[in-house]
């Protein structure tokens, strides 16, 4: 089992910038990979990011170059950057994991809402 708590969401004028953090409890040593999900009212959950335990990362054409994630070396937290934010970006955004254990297994946090607006 892994148990995420995010933190760091609130309101924030276009343009400026907000950083979550995700710390990861538990069986963390079966973690491959973390990210950051949202999803806006009436909308889709999508990946904003994702970082593997190599390193590499991944990022959604939306936020390329604005966003950037990151991790400490035992992949037990990530870092969620967002810089330049947009009305667009307001959502509630979710920390994931993905686990392997005897399978695959992914874990989500609870959410911490992001609203840009001035």
């Known amino acids: 089992q892994v148990q995420l708590v995010e933190s ?3 309101l924030v004028q276009p343009g400026g910038s907000l950083r979550l953090s995700c710390v990861a409890s538990g069986s963390i040593a079966s973690i491959s ?4 999900y ?3 009212p009436g909308k889709q959950r999508e990946l904003v990011a994702d970082i593997r ?3 590499s990362t991944n990022y959604a054409d939306s936020v390329k170059g604005r966003f950037t ?3 400490d070396n035992a ?3 990530v870092h969620l950057q967002m810089n330049s934010l947009k009305p667009e970006d307001t959502a509630v955004y979710f920390c994931n994991a993905r686990a392997v254990q005897h399978g695959v297994y992914f874990y989500w ?3 911490t809402q992001v609203t ?3």
């Open 69 to 71: 994630i990151s991790r």
């Open 8 to 10: 760091g969401g609130g």
């Open 116 to 118: 840009v607006s001035s």
């Open 75 to 77: 992949l037990n937290t």
């Open 33 to 36: 990979r973390m990210g950051w």
């Open 38 to 40: 949202r999803q806006a």
């Open 53 to 55: 335990r190599d390193g």
């Open 109 to 111: 946090g609870q959410g």
